[in-house]
């Protein structure tokens, strides 16, 4: 592989941000990547596992002459960062970011985009339960999706060449319109989550099952759910505030649904549930089948970077 940008600037140094300079070390896809975090610690840490090639002691230095410019931090700032590196960016340059919510960072990071400077939101579909610049790792991209979801009137050959970084790093790319894309994660990531931390929230209710208990036999199923809901907080507290609309409304959808299954249940209807399970249990085969999880006896999830 070759170079495809010269400079990169990651602005946040957590998993996501470490694991794309992990992988684009791996590939020979930058001349130079620099990294700003806002705590001193991260940048101590990041500077100290040769993370980056260059740790800035601010956002503006980091992006200096950069051709790429990651915003990889809580969408919830995404607007105060753009905003704080507006004035610093090189002519010709890429902004994106790495948010799970699009039309949010859109409205907040576009008016500090200068002219002159592309900005293309993207979103790749990867993660752990683990943060921080130590748990990047190269391979957390390979074969799993990052959404690009351009602006109008952007160029295509600044889409083109961040698609190319993408693939290169070992992702499947698409391109999704934003409010489309709110939707599709409110379904696939957002409310699955919202729902891992109401369930873990239940299981510290229920002081009858005690914490030992649950703790021991947590691999009937709730260990899963707790593997979720260890996920940041600042992170998804953002997520749900920048997702409203579509997050409610499939939060809807979810409590019609569980109150169908609360009557299938209470009136003994087993042919409801039967028929309920058999087609979910068809949606997990078809992940599987897409090759975005295993079906080993762990969930796939083995291994030292489960």
Not at 280 to 295: H, K, S, V
């Amino acid at each position: 592989m070759s170079v495809i940008y010269q400079r990169v600037a990651l602005i946040g140094l957590g998993l996501i941000a470490g694991s794309m300079a992990r992988a684009m070390q791996r590939g020979g896809l930058a001349g130079e990547i620099t990294g700003y975090a806002r705590s001193a610690e991260t940048r101590t840490t990041a500077a100290d596992i040769g993370l980056v090639d260059r740790v800035c002691d601010s956002a503006a230095e980091a992006v200096k002459d950069a051709d790429l410019v990651v915003l990889a931090v809580p969408v919830g700032v995404m607007g105060a960062v753009a905003a704080e590196i507006s004035a610093h960016l090189k002519p010709g340059a890429t902004v994106t970011d790495v948010g799970s919510v699009k039309r949010a960072v859109i409205e907040t990071v576009s008016p500090h985009i200068p002219d002159g400077v592309h900005f293309v939101p993207a979103h790749p579909l990867a993660g752990t339960e683990h943060s921080g610049p130590e748990a990047g790792f190269a391979e957390l991209y390979d074969n799993r999706w990052c959404l690009i979801v351009p602006v109008e009137g952007t160029e295509p050959q600044a889409v083109a060449r961040l698609r190319s970084l993408w693939e290169a790093m070992g992702a499947n790319v698409d391109e999704m319109d934003a409010d489309h894309h709110d939707l599709v994660l409110a379904v696939t990531s957002h409310t699955p989550h919202l729902i891992a931390y109401t369930m873990v929230g239940v299981a510290d209710d229920l002081r009858r099952v005690t914490d030992s208990e649950v703790i021991k036999y947590s691999a009937a199923g709730f260990r899963d759910f707790t593997r979720i809901a260890a996920s940041d907080p600042t992170m998804w507290r953002d997520v749900f505030l920048t997702n409203k609309d579509a997050t409610l409304e499939i939060l809807g959808r979810f409590t019609e649904e569980l109150f169908a299954l609360q009557r299938a249940i209470r009136t003994g209807d087993g042919d409801h549930l039967f028929d309920y399970f058999t087609h979910t249990r068809a949606i997990r085969r078809g992940i599987i089948d897409a090759g975005q999880d295993t079906d080993a006896p762990d969930f796939g999830r083995g291994g030292p970077k489960s």
